[in-house]
């Protein structure tokens, strides 16, 4: 008897289960996170990936990690590429790697820093919580408000205290967190903001001007003498001259003291300068004396005390504060004018290409050996004052710094002052029209280092 032959069953192939996006892969997902305040990422492990989304995920990472043991997993804050990232984000959305991994923020106590942080003139206060990542988050802060003066600058904290010696570099936030716990007591703190490859107009030394003008000039004094009687005169009448002396007389009945401090100090300056504007806004309608203007430049930053525009920034004046020396005062100006002449742009700032350009041999050659006057500095207490002449480019400049002048406020008839107006006029006079039309400026020799 022949059985019938079975018939044939095709065989079944193995099913496939879809991929779905709930689907986990421990093969293939892989979440990398790094927990802040330790050395490295890791890796999570496989059994936490079961977790849907970075809420359930907080419980399970509070359990298994040491550093988070002891923290509530609702105060974990997840950031990725720069976006802090909400509970209900899906794990299987997140492409992480060592490099590029999912962070971990939290607190470390429940203390509430007040810091206030200064950028030169700048400052602002805010609380911070006391947590990790708090370098990143004020870095943010000082980023958000103050960029135009930062930045691709590398920054760095300083606390304020009076003593150099006692100052603390802030470089990070390892840094940070430790100084904040070795001042555990203490919940309000004061920073200044530093940069690397520039600083604050006030910060400036002489030092720092050798450097940047390439001299060896161990003082202000040893610089080239600046000749006043070269530059325009200028007719002022007696009743302008008149009018601003009896403005600095009721100021010195008033005030007793010329120098009690810099406010002080800026009453009895800037009738000089107001005087002097006005005088010659009949010739130049657009001639401007402002106070406090902001400047930023690749070296130094800040505001200057008074700065007078013609189409552009022309002068600069420093007040000496009275607990600086003049010195100090100078290097601040020379930092300033040096600031000014990079803004003034190419087209401004680089006149010799026009000259040595011109049909004149004559013109070139003389273009050669001398450079265009582009900026002036002054600096006062108001009881002393000093003159200076950029001549050229920033990266190629020729200082003249002019003898002191004085006035005497004791004096009925306020000795000096009106030679001090003239002096002020004839500068501004002889910077009208340069920033527009820079082959109008003057010349002079260019200086030559040894």
Request: charge should be neutral; aromatic fraction near 8%; charged fraction near 25%.
């Amino acid at each position: 008897m022949e059985w019938p032959t079975p018939a044939r069953v095709p065989k079944q192939k193995k099913r496939q289960t879809p991929l779905t996006f709930g689907t986990i892969m421990p093969t293939q997902q892989r979440l990398w996170i790094y927990i802040e305040g330790t050395r490295r990422a890791t890796k999570v492990p496989d059994e936490l990936l079961s977790c849907s989304d970075l809420d359930l995920l907080a419980l399970k990472l509070c359990q298994t990690f040491t550093a988070l043991k002891n923290t509530d997993p609702l105060q974990l804050e997840f950031l990725f590429d720069g976006r802090s990232l909400p509970g209900d984000t899906e794990l299987l959305k997140l492409i992480t790697t060592a490099k590029a991994p999912l962070v971990i923020r939290y607190p470390l106590s429940d203390r509430t820093l007040r810091l206030r942080i200064n950028l030169a003139q700048k400052w602002f206060k805010m609380d911070f919580p006391h947590e990790t990542g708090l370098w990143d988050t004020i870095n943010k802060e000082i980023s958000d408000r103050w960029s135009s003066i930062i930045g691709a600058s590398r920054i760095y904290l300083t606390e304020n205290v009076k003593l150099a010696s006692d100052k603390v570099e802030i470089i990070n936030d390892s840094g940070l967190l430790a100084y904040l716990k070795t001042n555990d007591g203490k919940n309000e703190f004061s920073f200044s903001v530093q940069m690397r490859d520039k600083k604050p107009f006030s910060d400036w030394s002489w030092v720092d001007i050798q450097g940047l003008m390439k001299v060896g000039w161990s003082s202000y004094t040893d610089a080239p003498d600046m000749s006043l009687d070269e530059l325009p005169q200028v007719d002022l009448s007696t009743q302008e001259i008149k009018l601003m002396l009896d403005e600095l007389k009721k100021n010195k009945a008033a005030f007793k003291h010329v120098m009690r401090n810099e406010m002080t100090c800026r009453e009895f300056i800037s009738p000089f300068l107001t005087a002097a504007v006005r005088h010659l806004q009949s010739e130049e309608g657009n001639l401007q004396l402002n106070a406090e203007d902001e400047l930023n430049g690749t070296r130094a930053y800040g505001s200057v005390d008074y700065t007078i525009l013609s189409e552009g920034l022309i002068v600069c004046v420093t007040v000496v504060k009275k607990e600086e020396t003049f010195e100090k005062g100078m290097a601040q100006n020379i930092a300033q004018m040096h600031t000014a002449v990079e803004k003034l742009g190419k087209r401004k700032a680089d006149v010799l290409g026009p000259l040595l350009e011109s049909e004149s041999e004559s013109l070139s050659s003389m273009a050669q050996d001398e450079v265009p006057i582009l900026m002036y500095g002054i600096v006062s207490n108001a009881s002393r004052w000093r003159f200076l002449q950029w001549a050229g480019p920033e990266a190629d400049p020729t200082l003249q710094i002019s003898t002191e002048f004085t006035c005497k406020f004791d004096d009925p008839n306020v000795d000096g002052a009106e030679q001090m107006l003239k002096h002020i006029a004839s500068i501004i006079k002889s910077q009208i029209g340069v920033v527009k039309d820079p082959t109008k400026s003057r010349r002079v020799k260019r200086f030559k280092r040894q």
